[in-house]
């Protein structure tokens, strides 16, 4: 079992949709999670960074994690074409170990 | 401020010439941490340097090494190169006092001939 799971897609939405993102996780240590945006040929874009459970808002993003189930959401409301990109779920356990985990990314899709 | 940048953008190697990629990170930024990206493996971790020292080892052979130097710019190398070494690598950058946020390079893709 991969310690991150996500569903790799494609997601394809119409432009205004709310997009929901998912992954589960594995491992009980993991405390930070993050959600990166990769456009293609480009490196990841740190969107949204949280730790523990709860919720994060930013503009037309959410994130959620429930360390209960070990699964994390990102939310995207009022999508844009220009949301059109690979989005990455990671974790780590904090402190000095640097090592981020990541789900496998899933491709999405907003159609104008 | 300036992002993470990575040099060279684009490399093509064949089989068993060795090839060093280079990161300069985010200005006060004392850790780098490095990765490999392939459409099967998704982004794994290489490993992370701080102050000089490598601090955290990902699961790669010893072909994979690394270096950080003392204004906090980091190579790393690979020997002996495989075609399965083919791969987009990104440099991360973070401040390196430990739960701060990774900010990634645009990245190195490497061909294997």
């Known amino acids: 079992q991969k310690e991150v799971e996500q569903d790799p897609g494609p997601l394809s939405v119409p432009e205004g949709a709310i997009v929901s993102l998912n992954c589960t996780y594995s491992?009980?240590?993991?405390?930070?999670f993050m959600w990166y945006r990769q456009y293609s040929r480009k490196g990841p874009e740190l969107l949204m960074y949280?730790?523990?459970?709860g919720n994060k808002e930013d503009g037309r993003f959410t994130a959620q994690v429930d360390k209960s189930s070990k699964y994390i959401s990102l939310f995207i409301r009022d999508s844009q074409p220009s949301d059109s990109a690979t989005y990455l779920c990671?974790?780590?356990?904090?402190?000095?170990?640097?090592?981020?985990?990541f789900g496998k990314g899933t491709l999405l899709t907003v159609n104008p | 401020k300036a992002g993470v940048t990575q040099t060279p953008r684009y490399l093509i190697k064949t089989r068993g010439q060795q090839v060093t990629l280079s990161c300069s990170p985010i200005?006060?930024?004392?850790?780098v941490s490095w990765y490999q990206q392939t459409p099967g493996q998704g982004l794994q971790f290489l490993f992370e340097?701080?102050?000089?020292?490598?601090?955290n080892k990902g699961n790669f052979p010893g072909r994979f090494s690394g270096r950080q130097f003392s204004n906090s710019r980091s190579e790393m190398n690979v020997s002996t190169l495989e075609l399965g070494d083919s791969a987009l690598y990104l440099c991360?950058?973070?401040?390196?006092?430990?739960?701060?946020?990774?900010?990634f390079g645009p990245g190195t893709r490497l061909t294997v001939l």
């Open positions: 991360a950058s973070s401040l390196g006092r430990g739960n701060d946020e990774q900010f």
């Open positions: 491992n009980s240590a993991f405390q930070y």
């Open positions: 949280t730790y523990s459970s």
């Open positions: 340097y701080f102050s000089e020292t490598q601090r």
């Open positions: 200005s006060g930024h004392r850790s």
């Open positions: 990671a974790t780590n356990s904090g402190g000095s170990n640097y090592k981020l985990t």
